[in-house]
C-alpha cells in the first residue's frame, strides 16, 4: 500500500485558509493535537478520528504555555521526522500536520523558531510563571476553566491546565475542526477541554480516546523513553495496583479511602513517590468518599525524575453491589 505523504503547514494563516477551503466542498476535519515524539497512543487517536473525519489534521507542537520554567520543556523529546513516517503508516493516513514555529510570538518580523526552539523560553524561577510569560513576547491572554483545573495535576503544575486550555483555543481557532480526539489518559486534560468547548460554543465535538498500553500494561507516554530499564519495571505497580482496586470495589469494597491505600503502598513498595491518588466522580472530577456511581481513579507518581500519570474508570452504580 502506497504510504500517504501529509501536507506540512507551519503557518497559521495558511492552516486556516485550508481548514476553510476543505469545509467549503462540504468536507468534514477532524484534529489531533500532539506534542510531538508520537506513540501507539497517539496513533490510536488518528484513528479513532478517521472514524468521525473526512479528513485529518494532526498539529505537532510543543506548547511552552503549559511549562512552568522548573519544569522539563528543555528536555521533551522530539522527532519530527519520525513523527511524519509514523503517520504515513496508518492506512489511510493524515491530510496535514500543522507544525506551527510559535503560537506565542507576535513580533514585527516572522522569524523562524523551530518547536525545539521554544524549549529555550522562559528562565529559571517561580513554578508560578509559564515559559511564555517569562519570555517577553507579550502574550497575556489565557484561559482558565476555574473548577476543573483545580486538584490532580493542578495542584502540583500550576500553569498546566490555563497553558493546556489556551493553546487548544487557540489551536481550535486555527484548524477550526469539526472533531477533536483527546486520549483519556490525561483524563482531567479531556474533560476540562470537553467543559471549555461547551461553556465557550465551541461547535466542536470532543471525543476520548481509550488509554493504549504497552504489553507490560503500562501506559503510552512520551515521558517514558526517560525511564531506565529498572524504573520501568517499578512503574508497572500503577496499572497492577488501580486493576486491583478496581476488582476490589467492584467486589463490594467501596470505601475510597482503602482503595487508595492499595495504590499508594504497592507504589511506595516498588520504588515510587506518589504525587497523588484520588477518586473522583467522571464527570465533575469531585472527590468521592464511596463508590456510588462511574468514578475514575487518577493517579500521579514519580520514578526517578519521571513524572507519569495513568488512570482507571471505574463504573458501579446505586443497585449492582
Excluded at 498546566?160 to 481550535?172: N, P
Amino acid at each position: 500500500m502506497a504510504t500517504k505523504e501529509p501536507l506540512v503547514i507551519t503557518d497559521k494563516h495558511e492552516m486556516r485558509k485550508w481548514s476553510r477551503a476543505m469545509k467549503s466542498q462540504g468536507k468534514t476535519i477532524g484534529f489531533v493535537p500532539t506534542m510531538g515524539y508520537l506513540h501507539q497512543g497517539h496513533i490510536s487517536l488518528v484513528r479513532e478520528a478517521q472514524h468521525h473525519s473526512d479528513l485529518i489534521v494532526v498539529s505537532i507542537y510543543v506548547n511552552p504555555g503549559q511549562f512552568s520554567p522548573t519544569e522539563d520543556l528543555s528536555t521533551y523529546p522530539s522527532n519530527f521526522r519520525g513523527d511524519i513516517e509514523q503517520l504515513m503508516a496508518i492506512p489511510g493516513g493524515v491530510d496535514v500536520v500543522f507544525h506551527p514555529h510559535n503560537l506565542y510570538h507576535y513580533g514585527p518580523t516572522n522569524q523562524s523558531v523551530d518547536s525545539g526552539g521554544d524549549k529555550g523560553l522562559g528562565r529559571k524561577g517561580s513554578g508560578v510563571v509559564s515559559c511564555v510569560e517569562d519570555s517577553g513576547f507579550g502574550h497575556e491572554t489565557w484561559v482558565r476553566v476555574e473548577n476543573l483545573e483545580k486538584g490532580m495535576c493542578g495542584e502540583s503544575r500550576p500553569v498546566f491546565f490555563r497553558g493546556v486550555a489556551t493553546i487548544v483555543t487557540k489551536l481550535f481557532n486555527i484548524v477550526e475542526p469539526d472533531f477533536a480526539v483527546f486520549g483519556k489518559k490525561d483524563y482531567q486534560q479531556w474533560r476540562l477541554i470537553q467543559r471549555m468547548v461547551r461553556d465557550l460554543d465551541f461547535s466542536i465535538k470532543v471525543i476520548g480516546s481509550e488509554i493504549v498500553r504497552d504489553d507490560d500494561g503500562l501506559a503510552m507516554s512520551s515521558r517514558n523513553v526517560h525511564l531506565s530499564p529498572e524504573q520501568r519495571k517499578q512503574a508497572l505497580s500503577i496499572n497492577k495496583s488501580l486493576s486491583r482496586a478496581r476488582i476490589a470495589a467492584e467486589k463490594g469494597h467501596v470505601n475510597c479511602q482503602e482503595l487508595i491505600d492499595i495504590v499508594i503502598k504497592a507504589i511506595h513498595e516498588a520504588g515510587g513517590k506518589v504525587d497523588y491518588a484520588e477518586i473522583v466522580d467522571q464527570e465533575s472530577l469531585k472527590d468521592v468518599e464511596e463508590i456510588t456511581s462511574p468514578v475514575v481513579f487518577c493517579v500521579a507518581a514519580w520514578f526517578g525524575k519521571v513524572r507519569l500519570i495513568d488512570n482507571m474508570e471505574i463504573f458501579i452504580r446505586n443497585g449492582d453491589l
